[in-house]
């Protein structure tokens, strides 16, 4: 296949970053980095619990030797009742600010990461770039796809590329968990050589 040159610009970094958020191996990538969150809430969850079950089993022991009933007699009686209920209110009532703090910081954590870091993101990855080489040629070759920039070439065997994907605008090849290489549809002079190329790739991958 022929060369393929172009010169990279923000709309592609930006809908690189964008079309990120679609693909399902890396909507896994972004949720583990939430992973801390949800981790620390369950344990303080369950050390809350824990504490309510202490409570709970000392209750029951104290009022049992002070009034010489085994654990069984107690469970019928409406003290087991009246105690359970006030430890579930107590739970709740203890717990309830936890969760409410830790939806806002999810939530602002969530939110800025969908739009802010999204920006920022995008730029930084257009910066990064310029350091290196807006003008980008690739070439398919026969054991993978050859990159060449200003300052950096580097050969991309098919056995290294995880995947590729079509968006609206570019082609996605993975060359990494989070990275790719962009190829923008308008590199191609005609849409039968644009689909030529994607075809290409992806059967190579598939034959991997």
Avoid at 173 to 178: D, L, Q, R
Wanted: glycine share 2%; hydrophobic share 45%.
């Amino acid at each position: 296949m022929e060369k393929i040159k172009y010169t990279l610009t923000l709309d592609d970094c930006r809908d690189y970053v964008k079309y990120q958020r679609k693909i399902p191996r890396l909507k896994k990538y972004v949720f583990k980095q939430f992973m801390p969150l949800i981790i620390l809430f369950v344990l303080i969850i369950l050390f809350s619990l824990a504490m309510e079950i202490s409570f709970f089993f000392k209750a029951f022991h104290y009022v049992s030797g002070e009034y010489a009933m085994s654990f069984s007699e107690l469970l019928k009686t409406d003290f087991s009742a009246l105690l359970l209920e006030g430890i579930a209110d107590h739970f709740w009532n203890m717990n309830l600010p936890i969760l409410l703090i830790w939806a806002v910081i999810f939530c602002t954590a969530w939110f800025i990461s969908k739009n802010d870091i999204f920006h920022a993101e995008s730029s930084k990855i257009y910066k990064g770039l310029k350091n290196q080489s807006l003008d980008i040629e690739i070439t398919p070759q026969e054991d993978g796809l050859y990159c060449k920039g200003k300052n950096v070439s580097a050969l991309y065997k098919w056995k290294d590329i995880l995947d590729i994907y079509d968006t609206k605008k570019s082609y996605l090849a993975y060359v990494g968990e989070s990275s790719a290489l962009i190829i923008p549809k308008r590199a191609f002079p005609q849409q039968e050589e644009s689909e030529s190329f994607y075809n290409y790739v992806n059967d190579k991958l598939n034959s991997k």
